[in-house]
């Protein structure tokens, strides 16, 4: 009796313990698409992306106010000046070229443009903080449209700013698209793995 006793007991505590479930895995928290999780190419990216469109929007929102008060008008008349008077052949050229800016239509037209700009790249930076799969390729298309333009103005006139952002543009495209193509290649791995897998436990199933 008592080892009938004893060998119930124990059949009892296995068929408990079967059914109890398992204890859940040590599970990382999860992580929200953005800078957390983000590789740290990526995470620079949105960096710049984000200073650069406060930049811009500073320098948009700025421009109407010193025009307002005079002071682009008074540094295109200075500009002017400099340019009638200056010996050097270079800098007046450049003098000329700053007043001409400094006018109220291209001051206009500059704050329009750095608004423009500075909502783009702001966007770009929230897709790509977003984690869509279309952001890459949104930052790829829109940088590559400049690429020719910054390309002729280097040509036309070489500074070492032009081909500091030209280079940073283009290492950014060309780690988009190379991260863009691994994620969809992962993606369809993927995807061939369940389609694979859901083929092979459907006949099970069915028996």
């Keep these: 009796m008592a080892g009938g006793g004893g060998g119930s007991g124990e059949l009892v505590g296995r068929v408990a313990s079967d ?101 783009l790249t702001g966007f770009e930076a929230w897709a790509l903080h977003r984690r869509f799969r279309w952001a890459p390729w949104l930052v790829v298309v829109a940088g590559s449209t400049l690429i020719p333009f910054e390309v002729v103005e280097l040509a036309r006139r070489p500074r070492v700013s032009r081909a500091a952002i030209l280079v940073v543009n283009l290492l950014i495209i060309a780690y988009l698209v190379a991260r863009a193509r691994q994620e969809h290649a992962k993606a369809n791995a993927e995807a061939r793995t369940k389609t694979h897998t859901k083929t092979r436990t459907e006949p099970s199933a069915t028996h």
Excluded: C
């Design 19 to 119: 059914a109890s479930p398992d204890p859940p895995p040590n599970v990382p928290p999860s992580v929200s698409p953005g800078l957390a999780g983000s590789p740290v190419g990526l995470r620079l990216i949105i960096t710049y992306k984000v200073l650069k469109a406060a930049v811009q929007a500073a320098l948009a929102a700025l421009l109407p106010i010193l025009q307002r008060f005079g002071v682009t008008s008074f540094w295109a008349l200075r500009m002017t000046r400099l340019a009638e008077h200056v010996a050097h052949r270079s800098t007046a050229a450049l003098a000329r070229r700053i007043a001409a800016l400094l006018t109220p239509t291209h001051v206009a037209l500059i704050s329009i443009a750095l608004a423009l700009d500075a909502a």
